[in-house]
């Protein structure tokens, strides 16, 4: 069931929809242009937006779309605010260390705009909740982050005949399009399955330009206004992309695929599935490590290493974590291992460590494989050897 | 004939972290074939383990989706720029 936690400012409901004197003066840039005009912010007024996710994209999303005067603006998220959000989650401060996103962003978007309603789930989407949440709003805007709730939105915006503004982002690039608009494609269309979540990037390859959520979420922004006003080409049969490395954007031509198994014209998707399972994933997000790894715990290590064992550590990061910190390991980056295993002395008590043990995890099976056999992988990574053994440790 | 193959950022990694790749191709497989043997890790992130194209990764012939075209036969002309685009999911980025 849908989790409906708090709903601000008066509905809009049947009465007819009228600007105040305070909303004309707050509103006048769009007022007097005649793309928008009063006919366009009434239909602002009178629209209903979800927006899944306060995230990167979320933010920008959030704050234009409350700032432009839509009526009723939802948004779901379940998550708490941490440190490292606030590198390009613009919706938040640093006050809001701690806080659930939902309430922060409530509070955002209510003293940014009075006039509007903001609905609040705090909630995580699944397949029981996203039809009854959905179904109140014309438009869903997806800013979230993973797969199954990428095909999840999708897959109920179908289902409810809903337009689905789409972006996404990794580091410097962003893809943006509109699916489930009439006629128009879904993201099926454009990607059937999902990767396995394997091959799916890691952390060592992760990150992103704060910026670039901004740039991305800004644009869903503009097509989610568009849509409502009724004006311009909206973005439908056509993936943008967004490289802002080299700031460009290029166009792909995105098709309607007659054979999808959601929009298709013998769709077979006719109810939400278990997104977890079709995308490979069983419970939260990446598989578990395997658990019969050797480990040692960062408070074991540092005993041995104040005993004086002959411990060899290596560091399986980047080269560019080893400058945020490090323990002084030998570094070599785990996609370098199997090229450069002759570096290491098999003889010798090797422990390896990453960031969060996941990375040093795949480097003690494969040395272990390669014929290494005293190989410990340092539990919970230099994470946990900050919280365990020495908190001068930056933790990023 | 020469043809650009624009590498996405996930999978330059992968390509000697370049952003694209001259290749030698008269069709859309032979310029994947051309950049997976030089590049042979790029190769499981492509293709699966029938050796076809994985269904999170689209190809496009400057804005055509091959899938549209002659798919891996589709011909390729001098200039023509082959796109690689696969499925990314990141709104914030889930780290591990």
Known sequence: ?396 | MPVKVIIPTPLRAYAGKQESVEVQAATVGEALDSLTSQYQNLKQHLFGDDGRLRSFVNVYVNDEDIRYLQKDQTRLKEGDTVSIVPSIAGGTHART
């Open chain 1, 1 to 396: 069931m849908a989790t409906k936690i708090g709903i601000s400012a008066p509905a809009t409901g049947e009465q007819p929809v009228t600007l105040s004197n305070e909303e004309v003066l707050r509103y006048s840039r769009h007022l007097i242009m005649p793309e928008v005009g009063m006919d366009g912010q009434l239909k602002l007024k009178r629209a209903k937006i979800l927006c899944v996710g306060t995230g990167g994209l979320g933010a920008p999303l959030g704050l234009y779309l409350a700032a432009a005067g839509v009526g009723r603006i939802g948004i779901v998220d379940f998550d708490v605010v941490d440190r490292t959000n606030l590198q390009r989650q613009i919706l938040f401060s640093s006050g809001d260390v701690g806080r659930p996103k939902i309430e922060a962003a409530a509070q955002r978007l209510r003293g940014l705009n009075p006039d509007i309603q903001i609905d609040t789930f705090k909630t995580k989407l699944t397949s029981d909740n996203a039809l009854d949440i959905f179904r109140d709003y014309d438009i869903i805007v997806d800013g979230t982050d993973n797969f199954p709730t990428r095909y999840l939105v999708n897959d109920a915006s179908v289902l409810l005949k809903k337009p689905n503004v789409y972006g996404s982002i990794f580091r410097f690039e962003g893809q943006i399009t509109v699916f489930g608009y009439p006629d128009g494609p879904c993201y099926r269309c454009l990607y059937p399955e999902p990767p396995p979540p394997g091959l799916v990037p890691s952390c060592a390859e992760g990150g992103v330009l704060g910026v670039l959520p901004g740039i991305v979420g800004a644009i869903q922004a503009a097509e989610a206004l568009k849509l409502i006003i009724g004006k311009g080409e909206p973005l439908v049969g056509r993936l943008l992309l967004f490289d802002a490395l080299g700031m460009r954007f290029r166009e792909l031509k995105l098709r309607k695929n007659p054979d999808c198994p959601a929009c298709g014209t013998h769709a077979t998707i006719t109810k939400l599935i278990d997104y977890a399972e079709f995308c490979g994933i069983r419970g939260e997000e990446a598989p578990m490590p395997q658990n019969n790894v050797p480990e040692i715990t960062p408070r074991e290590l540092k005993s041995r290493l104040d005993r004086g064992d002959d411990l060899f550590i290596l560091d399986v990061r980047e080269p560019h974590e080893y400058q945020i910190c490090n323990l002084g390991g030998y570094l070599i980056p785990l996609g370098e291992l199997s090229r450069r295993v002759n570096e290491l002395d098999s003889s010798r008590e090797v422990i390896a460590h990453c960031r969060s043990g996941k990375r040093s995890t795949e480097a003690t099976v494969f040395l272990r494989n390669a014929g290494f056999r005293k190989v410990l992988n340092l539990k919970g990574g230099i994470l946990a050897w900050s919280d365990e053994v020495d908190p001068s440790v930056p933790k990023y």
